[in-house]
């Protein structure tokens, strides 16, 4: 079946330093990839998507691409911010189907 | 905000005691699903409706049922709960056609 698997945290920056949280997927077809942030008491919010291959889902600065060959989706940030501490969780699924999520990743950012 | 609604946002009950989650979609969203996240089982998938039908069950208790009204609101109900039914419900809704699914705020519920 569908998994997702992701680099577990915790993750703690500095602000402006470099973000990468590395994801990968096992699929059948051709999923569609997500990445989405929980904020503190907060609900899932939708950070970026792709749907096919070499496709790059962006928003908010964060950047990640559908790589086929390495069955990745790293999410990346140039220069994070205190506002980006949140959990961020990488998902997949394919059309109609359940999402499948990796079991996230904890970012603090501290000035 | 996403257009998804949730209700209530808390809940405290006690074991053996039986609670009804809300939800409604995004508007013109026929699909619904609701998703368990937990501390040890992490965001895990329960049951799927579309216009008003199950499509897909995942890891749902015998204990758990679902339906969706005609509406399109859903609702969630968790009857003899446990101590370990304590986590975030979180429902979430999509368009026909589109693969992204849009999430509401979620229900916390704590057993006692």
């Known amino acids: 079946g569908n998994s997702v698997t992701q680099m577990e945290g915790p993750v703690t920056l500095s602000e402006e330093a470099f973000l990468t949280i590395n994801c990968t997927y096992t699929a059948t077809g051709y999923p569609s990839l997500f990445w989405y942030v929980q904020y503190p008491g907060e609900g899932l919010q939708l950070l970026l998507k792709a749907t096919k291959a070499d496709d790059k889902g962006s928003n908010k600065g964060f950047e990640a691409t559908y790589r086929k060959e390495t069955t990745s989706f790293h999410l990346e940030k140039g220069s994070v911010q205190v506002s980006d501490s949140a959990v961020y969780f990488c998902a997949l699924n394919s059309g109609n189907t359940p999402l499948v999520f990796g079991k996230g990743t904890r970012l603090s950012v501290i000035a | 905000d996403s257009g998804v609604t949730q209700t209530p946002k808390h809940l405290i009950t006690a074991t053996g005691q039986r609670v009804t989650l809300r939800c409604s979609p995004r508007?013109?969203?026929?699909?619904v699903y609701w998703y368990q996240q937990s501390l040890d089982q992490g965001l895990q998938f329960l049951i799927q409706?579309?216009?008003?039908?199950?499509?897909a069950k995942g890891n749902i208790l015998e204990r758990f049922s679902a339906q969706q009204f005609p509406d399109l609101h859903s609702e969630l109900n968790l009857s003899s709960l446990e101590l370990g039914d304590s986590a975030l419900y979180f429902c979430?809704?999509?368009?026909?056609?589109?693969?992204?699914?849009?999430f509401g705020p979620g229900t916390r519920l704590l057993v006692l």
């Open positions: 508007s013109g969203d026929l699909s």
């Open positions: 979430a809704s999509r368009k026909t056609g589109e693969e992204t699914q849009y």
């Open positions: 409706y579309y216009n008003g039908e199950e499509r």
